[in-house]
């Protein structure tokens, strides 16, 4: 199971072109994304394997404002992070509850995994920069 998906990022990337982009807590915790194609990669190695479930991470590790910094940069987005305190969402999310199910369920994923470090083992080889900026040379 990988910590988090080099592909999810391109939301945020998206979010930073449009200059709307934030970042749940102070942004300390640490996660080590790994690239879509080295998942795939691991998964085809383990066919006939017995089943077990793996942690897989990639290469680099980074605090969340480090991450959010990059994806910033990869979409030439150089306006500020938003903090958004995580005792604020917290505060509201049962008032969201009653609003949206999925929205709901969306903050209160997202306000867990920001308290915590994602940190896996290191399975994957190519790094989050390469994957913004030479996505093209992944294929070959």
């Known amino acids: 199971k990988p910590v988090a998906l080099f592909s999810m990022l391109e ?22 994304p790994i690239y879509d194609g080295d998942v795939a990669g691991f998964a085809v190695s383990c066919i006939g394997s017995p089943s077990q479930t793996l942690e897989l991470g990639g290469p ?12 910033c940069e990869a979409a030439s987005y150089s ?28 903050l209160a994923f997202m306000a867990a995994v920001s308290k915590t470090d994602c940190v896996a083992p290191t399975v994957g080889q190519y790094s989050l920069e390469a994957y913004f900026e030479l996505e093209p040379q992944l294929s070959n």
Request: proline share 3%.
């Open 11 to 32: 939301e945020m990337a998206i979010m930073a072109r449009k200059g709307h982009i934030g970042q749940l807590g102070q942004g300390d915790r640490l996660i080590n």
């Open 60 to 71: 680099a590790t980074y605090t969340r404002q480090e991450l959010a910094q990059l994806v």
């Open 79 to 106: 306006g500020r992070v938003t903090e958004i305190p995580l005792d604020y969402v917290e505060t509201l999310l049962p008032f969201v509850r009653l609003l949206s199910r999925n929205l709901y369920d969306k």
